[in-house]
């Protein structure tokens, strides 16, 4: 299995010099399996870059949707696979308590935000719903559940018989406790994360930023850490940088955070094109 990240940043794209070396595109990340099949885990501006590397005898993607906030969602009408008659395409993600998948995603493509209706794409489209499943694609073994982000939200596991991956983009584990980590039972996501080889997780914000931000649904990179050693992650890959951290700044964030807490296990942050493979 392949994870590669196209797009690494929350909130809002921040492209520009100061940004280059991790990258400025929103949330998205390429999975290729064994069998060839490839996941797109959200759509942010990083789905247009994704779709250009696509192989071009590749006739299914799946785009796996978090949850529905503008910068996961913000690239979809600009996935090429959508406009091609020849490909199938599954867009899978969470419906809210009174409006399905379908109604929540007609309300962004669509006038005045987008000059195409949902109905008017080209591809075989397929919509699931994912509040709490497992299903398979391909090769691919995927747990979805919810986690502590407004939204609703889900996280996922992706699983195949070489190795596993959580991805967990927007997520606020500790929700402003004193003290954190919280024991297994009562952390969110603990049991897509538990033992899994590679972990992307929210570090958007720092130790000194996160009392402003206590319930927006996001974590710092000491909390993504800690997250991490109490699930027993293999290595962890910290994801969705708040929009105004340059790439200096996110270095030094990290190196105190790894400093603090000396963790046992690789932390090696998510830059754009930087590919990682599981067994």
């Not at 940004?19 to 789905?47: E, K, M, Q, S, W």
């Not at 897509?192 to 992307?200: K, T």
């Not at 962890?236 to 790439?247: I, M, N, Q, W």
């Amino acid at each position: 299995m392949n994870v590669t990240p196209y797009g690494v940043r929350g909130s809002v794209a921040a492209p520009g010099p100061a940004t280059a070396r991790y990258g400025g595109n929103t949330a998205c990340v390429r999975v290729t399996g064994p069998d060839g099949a490839v996941l797109a885990l959200d759509a942010g501006t990083g789905i247009r870059p994704l779709a250009l590397g696509l192989p071009a005898a590749l006739r299914r993607v799946d785009v796996l949707l978090s949850h529905l906030h503008m910068d996961h969602i913000v690239g979809l009408g600009f996935f090429g696979p959508l406009y091609n008659p020849s490909m199938e395409v599954h867009i899978w993600g969470p419906a809210s308590a009174t409006l399905t998948l379908e109604a929540r995603l007609r309300r962004y493509l669509a006038p005045p935000l987008f000059p195409v209706l949902l109905r008017d794409l080209p591809c075989r489209l397929e919509l699931h719903h994912v509040n709490r499943a497992c299903f398979s694609i391909g090769a691919f073994r995927i747990r979805a559940a919810r986690i502590c982000h407004p939204g609703p939200t889900v996280g996922y596991r992706v699983e195949t018989d070489h190795g596993s991956l959580a991805y967990l983009p927007d997520h606020e584990p500790a929700l402003g406790a004193r003290r954190f980590p919280l024991d297994a039972e009562w952390t969110s996501g603990f049991e897509l994360a538990q033992g899994v080889d590679l972990l992307l997780h929210d570090a958007q914000y720092t130790r000194e930023e996160y009392p402003r931000y206590v319930g927006w649904g996001h974590s710092t990179i000491h909390d993504a850490i800690a997250f991490a050693r109490v699930a027993g992650a293999k290595h962890l890959v910290p994801f969705h940088y708040d929009p105004s951290r340059d790439d200096a700044a996110l270095e030094a964030t990290l190196a105190v955070a790894v400093k603090d807490l000396d963790p046992d296990f690789p932390v090696t942050p998510a830059a754009e094109g930087r590919s990682f493979d599981i067994g």
